[in-house]
Each structure stands twice: as C-alpha cells, then as structure tokens.
C-alpha cells in the first residue's frame, strides 16, 4: 500500500474514533437498557451504566419471552430467523454456483439467454413480485413453513454473476488439463472449480446470511403462527403502542440477540470475506 | 508409444481457415516439432491431436486407431500447457496423482509412479508444496511430470518453455531433450523458437499460415528450404533473400551478377528470390585481384564469436554476412563478396517455392 499522507495523524484517527463512537454507542446503550428494570427505561431515566438485571432479563427473554405480548420465547425466534438465513445462504450459493457453472462451462441453445434472464430478475426482489410469489406459496399451502419462508428468496442473480466472473477468470487450461486427465463435468466441479472457489463461497455466505437474518417483509407475510416468528420480526410485535405497558428491558435484550449472530459471522469469515472480494487463489 | 496420423486436416473457425490440410505421420518415438509464427495454426494442429479441438474435416489416429470422435481422456495422451495448467489449490504430489486418481488406480501404484516420476525430474523435495510456492522452472518441471506418470502413448507440448527465463529455457531444453531419450514417448511440441526446434527435433513441421510448407529432418530443413518462407523462418540472422533476374547463367540485381547453382539453365529470364545464408558469404578486400561483386560495409555488429556485416552491392541490395569475431572490417570498406555457387538457394519469385 501507498504509505501517501496528507494531513496530521490526529486528524484521521478523530474522524475514525468518531465513526466508531457514533457506531457503538446506541449499540451500549441498547445493552445498558436491557440490564435495568423496565419502570427506569419507561420513566426516560436512562441510566449510562449497567444495571444488576442482566442474568434475570436474558433468562427471561429467550426461554419466555415478553409476557405481555408475542409471548413467545425469544430462543425460538433465534432459532427461526437462524434456520431462515441458513437455508437462504446456503441455497443462494448452492443454486447460484451450479448455474453459473452451467453458464460458463457448457454450451447449450439459448445461453446467453438464459445468462440475461438470470440476469434480469436483478429489478425484481420480492418486494416487486410479492403478491404472486405470495399467491403462488399460498397455493402450495406453504404458508407458515420453513419452505415457504425460504425458498422464494433463493434465487439470486447476484451471487450468480460474482460467481460467473469469477469462472470466467479460471484458465481454460486447468478445464483442458482436467479433460485430458480424464475428469468429467462433475469431477472438475467437485475437484477443481468448488476448491478454487472456497473463498468467493465465504464471501457470499456472509452477504446472503445477513440478507436473510434481516429478512422482515416476506416473513411478516408468509407466517401468522407465533412459532414461526423471526427475530426481526419479534422486535416489531414486543413493542406496544397501545397503553399497555412495553417491557423494554426485553425489547432492548432481544435487540442484542438479533444481532449477535450477523456480527459473528462477520468476525468468524472477515478474513475470507475480504480475500472472496479481493483476490483469488490462483 | 505409438505412431501418429494426421491425414488432410482441415480447420476452420467460421469463416477464417486456420488449417488447409495437413497430412503427416509422425512415428513411433519421433520427436516432430511444430514451428512456425505465431497464426500459423500449429497450436491449433496440436489442439486437434489431443482432441481439444475438434477438426473441420480430415483423421487423425494414433497408434492405428483414428481418434477423430475420442475423447481427449482416451486418446492416450498427455499434454504440458504453457502456462503450466498446474491444479494452484492441490500440492506438486496431488497434481502428478490426480489424472492416475481419476482413472481408479490403486494407492500404492500411485505412489511408485509419482515417486518415479518425481526422481526424474527430481522433484522428490517438492512433492508437498504448492505450485504457487514453486519457480517457473519447478512448475513446468511438474507439468512434465503429470504427463510422465500417466505413461502415455503420445506427449503433447504446447509451447512449455515460451514463459521461463532465456538461462531457464536452455536449460529446460536439455531437460526435455534428454527426457525424450530415456522415456523414448512418441512427441509432438510446439514452438516458435527456431532453436528449441532445431535442437529438439528429429523432424520439424515448419508451418505458415495453415500450411505445413516443409516437413523434415532440422538440417535437411536448414540445408534445403523447400520454399522462400521456410528460407527466411530457419536461420539467425536470416538468410538474405533478392529479387532478381536469371540471365546467362547469373542472377542479375542491377548490374551486378551473383553467381547460380549448376542446372538452373531451363529457367533463362526467370524472376527468382536469390538467397544465401549469411554464414556462407565470404569478403574478401577488394581490388586484391578478388572477382565477385563489390560491396560497401554499412554497419559492423560484433557479437564475439561472430561479427555481422550488413553491406550493399553497386545495385542497393542489402546483404548480412556473418563472419568468425576475428576479422577486421570497418564501416564504409569496400569489398568484394566470395560465395560458393553451391551455397546459393534460388526460390520461384511468384510460387515461393525452391527451383
């Protein structure tokens, strides 16, 4: 890297440690409400410290939930929204690798077509094709499943092109010495293009994790029982505008779990997230 | 080992020819190089062989099986790729076993033959390294050694030394050379370098523009060029090549007359290419009773061993002599060539073909 610096030291490291204090500071206090009474945070007395409830509130909010209204443990919308960002990652890169795959590799009529229309339903997330897709799951009776939550939002055009680009970026050379060595289509996926592609894989996995962790709309549609319910979708239902009374405190705690698990796969895959983007094995 | 067939290949992409018919047989443990400009259509002749390619019309069969609708796995080949092709996510050991690996061959005589192959090549310190941990002279030594293991019929080499160093290609070279006389595989190898060709070959295809314009041993190709292409390609510095004129007995450029080879009375007032290599040209000073054509020193390379003088007859033809590093010529000496008549090439003008 260019070591170019125009500008004091202090300079940048203020501008940085702003960013941070901007960044991080709702994030404590979301912590700080969540170890106080309720009465504290609904009174507007927020206090800037911890307060003694911390083991009370978590226990709390992932084996009962708020008992007022979702009333259901928290545990299970974590497991929800886990398995709902699972399946989505998973299955977008599953579906995206083989079909970019049979894009680049094999010549067939139409292909570019077929390219140009993965390509296309770029302009239609489903927030475009909502009723349809809605109307089509409810047919399917998949409403209230983890099928109907997840399957309408694998699909990706996205992951699709990065992965397209990126074969397109293997020498055609390593798919000659395959053949010659005698690997066929699904051998030199298997022992060739998946090994080389670990990286990219990482990278996509940590986007289309946190796609799906903080999937709110479809899953609002898609599910009524409140055992189906996401995390994110939670949050929404604990908070009551109505007189009754909101329990912050497990407002505040199910907030810190809804984002426990984003920030973990990023910290786990940063460095593969980065090298997936950035370079390439080769 | 076997023997390779090439009969009357065609190859077009589309509309553009690359290849107008090829016929050749390249036999049991010959050692046939490709050479030609870059477009000539040699990769491509070698792409078909190895059935990477599929040719627009002809056969080609190897060890007496035409393989035109084989695939490459089966043709029994192997191939070394310029740039290496070498598996970057598997270790030097995994690259040599895979193709064996693929096949279903057992552990343990996956292990002799790369153990064996890694001692010839010497690589045996190597073998759990990855290629991007290795120099360009290991990993082409490695690409070699995924086609040795295999124990193929024929070997295919695309260019293999054209991205190493000049010291590593030489050295390489050898390497191969010596290689092919242990293991004594069928060969066919692809270059542009005239030297990897002559130093390799058993016999050379010189090919240009699709067509193989001579086929032979490296010093026939160098002693005979059947055709004014050839003539130019074959040799460094290239041969001088003029336009001249046959009359009485003379190929005549202007006033000045240089001498023929015997038995060229037949084509009296012929426009011919008039060529002789520039190791063959003497000089000798002029006016010291010397007979040939004056020539003028526009410029003196010495390059040691050898000095090249680039001259020009009383007609303006330019002419590059090469002569041993010893001898003392200035720019701007007149001298007087001294060329035997049997070192003279006389080429149709209009063919290009050698009369």
Redesign the interface.
């Not at chain 1, 053949?179 to 690997?183: L, M, N, P, S, T």
């Not at chain 2, 790729?81 to 996510?89: E, G, I, T, W």
């Given at each position: 890297m260019i070591d170019r610096r125009s500008g004091p030291d202090w300079l940048a490291h203020s501008v940085l440690w702003t960013g941070i204090f901007i960044l991080a500071f709702p994030v404590y206090l979301t912590f700080v409400a969540s170890t106080h009474e309720p009465t504290i945070i609904s009174n507007g007395q927020m206090p800037l410290t911890p307060g003694g409830h911390f083991f009370e509130t978590y226990y709390r909010t992932i084996f009962i939930g708020a008992s007022s209204t979702t009333r259901t443990p928290v545990g299970t919308m974590l497991t929800n929204s886990l398995i709902m960002a699972m399946v989505i990652a998973v299955g977008k890169i599953a579906i995206s690798i083989i079909s970019a795959y049979a894009v680049v590799y094999f010549r067939f009529p139409f292909r570019k077509t077929a390219f140009w229309t993965i390509f296309l339903t770029l302009m239609l997330p489903v927030e475009v094709r909502i009723y349809p897709t809605y109307n089509v799951v409810a047919t399917l009776g998949l409403l209230d499943t983890y099928a109907g939550t997840t399957i309408p939002l694998i699909a990706s055009a996205t992951a699709t092109l990065l992965f397209r680009q990126f074969f397109m970026t293997i020498?055609d050379?390593?798919l000659?010495?395959s053949?010659?060595?005698?690997?066929g289509p699904i051998?030199f996926f298997k022992?060739?293009v998946l090994?080389?592609s670990i990286t990219n894989i990482a990278a996509l996995f940590v986007i289309t994790f946190i796609y799906g962790w903080n999937q709110y709309l479809w899953p609002l549609l898609i599910t009524t029982r409140a055992d189906m319910q996401t995390i994110v979708i939670g949050i929404k239902k604990m908070i009551v505008t109505s007189d009754a009374l909101t329990e912050w405190q497990i407002v505040m705690a199910t907030a810190m779990l809804a984002m426990a698990p984003p920030v973990a796969v990023v910290v786990l895959m940063q460095r593969w997230f980065v090298k997936g983007l950035v370079e390439t094995?080769? | 080992m076997a023997e390779v067939k090439i009969a009357g290949i065609k190859k077009s992409f589309g509309d553009v020819n690359v290849l107008y018919g090829i016929d050749t047989t390249i036999r049991d443990g010959e050692f046939m190089v490709l050479l030609g400009p870059s477009g000539c259509g040699k990769s491509t002749l070698l792409r078909i062989i190895?059935?990477?390619e599929q040719q627009t019309s002809g056969d080609v069969s190897i060890g007496g099986r035409i393989v035109n609708d084989v695939?490459?796995?089966d043709r029994n080949?192997?191939?070394v790729?310029?740039?290496?092709?070498?598996?970057?996510?598997m270790s030097v050991y995994d690259n040599m076993a895979?193709?064996l690996r693929?096949?279903g061959m057992s552990k343990p005589d996956i292990e002799t033959r790369v153990q064996k192959a890694a001692m010839i090549l010497e690589l045996g310190q190597l073998l759990q390294r990855k290629p991007r941990q290795l120099s360009g002279g290991q990993r082409q030594r490695v690409a070699m050694g995924?086609a040795i293991v295999r124990d193929p019929e024929v070997f295919l080499f695309d260019e293999p030394l054209s991205n190493l160093d000049a010291k590593l290609r030489v050295q390489m070279r050898i390497e191969i050379k010596r290689l092919h006389q242990t293991i004594k595989t069928t060969s066919v190898y692809v270059t542009h370098d005239q030297v990897e060709a002559m130093t390799l070959a058993d016999r050379l295809i010189v090919m240009n523009a699709g067509r193989a314009e001579q086929i032979g041993s490296p010093l026939d190709v160098y002693a005979k060029p059947a055709s004014v292409f050839v003539a130019g390609f074959i040799g460094a510095p290239a041969m001088n090549l003029l336009p001249s004129r046959i009359s009485g007995g003379k190929a005549r450029i202007g006033d000045v007359a240089l001498p023929l080879p015997p038995g060229l009375d037949a084509h009296e007032g012929r426009e011919i290419m008039w060529g002789v290599r520039p190791e063959h040209v003497m000089l000798t000073r002029a006016g010291d009773g010397a007979s040939g054509a004056p020539i003028i020193v526009d410029l003196v390379e010495a390059l040691g061993a050898d000095t090249l003088v680039h001259g020009r007859t009383g007609g303006g033809a330019a002419l590059t002599i090469r002569l041993p590093g010893s001898a003392v010529v200035r720019e701007g000496d007149h001298m007087s060539l001294s060329l035997p008549a049997d070192a003279v090439h006389v080429f149709d003008k209009e063919k290009g073909t050698r009369l």
């Open positions: 020498p050379e390593l000659e010495a053949k010659i060595d005698g690997a051998r022992d060739t090994p080389l094995e080769k | 190895a059935g990477l695939e490459p796995k080949i192997a191939m790729f310029q740039n290496y092709a070498l598996y970057p996510h895979y193709g693929v096949r995924r």
